[in-house]
């Protein structure tokens, strides 16, 4: 174990479901973020969280909304999802910034979308 | 076995020998760089780091090496093992914003496999 726990580690859900994913960090990181990983692509950032504040939304489409209630919890809340948002999403928490420290990622939740 | 160029996405490497794996960053503000390994089933596990003042940095049987000069990293690992069969991803972070300083950008990944 990392430190870094994500449930469900599966989820297949239609397109009009609503369901959410959850991280939950035991490092006792002041920043928490989402990572989406597709086959042959690069992993890319979705949203940055610090002391439970969003610093980062790259550009997500609203079909993905996350929440962090505090520092140790992040989710992201999905609806209305596409079958391109089949994907391996990740949660990954640092100590203050990634600068010097690296990421700490969960073992990741496998979305399908039907 | 080595992977060249700007990205090789697969490399084989016979069990005990040498793996020299590269990867060219893009960010010439980046100056922190880290080295990911990705099991399958599992997220990515952090192998070695190094910072922009350094040219290289030795771990257990892990070696990273920075050129700044040409944007290029690599990571060599000795004697490799069946366990090193994973997707490997270098990763830069930096840049003149207090923001940046959160984000990591990976490379595409490099998928080794060990053949015994």
């Known amino acids: 174990e990392t430190g870094v726990t994500q449930t469900p580690r599966h989820l297949v859900m239609g397109m009009t479901n609503k369901k959410s994913l959850k991280c939950e960090q035991h490092?006792?990181?002041?920043?928490m973020y989402w990572y989406k990983q597709s086959a042959k692509k690069p992993l890319e950032l979705m949203f940055v969280?610090?002391?439970?504040?969003?610093?980062e939304n790259n550009s997500v489409p609203s079909r993905f909304s996350p929440e962090c209630p505090n520092s140790s919890h992040l989710f992201l809340h999905l609806h209305t999802l596409q079958p391109e948002d089949s994907a391996l999403y990740l949660c990954?928490?640092?100590?203050?910034?990634?600068?010097?420290?690296?990421?700490?990622f969960g073992s990741g939740t496998r979305l399908t979308v039907v | 076995g080595e992977s060249v160029g700007l990205h090789l996405p697969t490399l084989s490497v016979q069990e005990g020998d040498n793996s020299i794996i590269n990867c060219a960053y893009s960010n010439s503000a980046s100056d922190y760089f880290i080295w990911y390994k990705q099991e399958s089933g599992k997220g990515p596990q952090f192998i070695i780091d190094?910072?922009?003042?350094?040219d290289k940095r030795q771990g257990q049987r892990v070696t990273v090496l920075l050129n700044k000069t040409v944007k290029h990293l690599s990571l060599q690992i000795a004697a490799t093992q069946p366990g090193d069969s994973a997707v490997y991803f270098c990763a830069e972070n930096g840049g003149p914003r207090e923001d940046d300083d959160y984000k990591l950008s990976f490379g595409a990944g490099t998928t080794v496999t060990v053949r015994a």
């Open positions: 969280y610090s002391l439970e504040e969003r610093v």
């Open positions: 490092l006792g990181h002041n920043a």
């Open positions: 190094i910072r922009s003042n350094m």
């Open positions: 990954a928490s640092s100590q203050d910034s990634a600068r010097g420290h690296g990421y700490t």
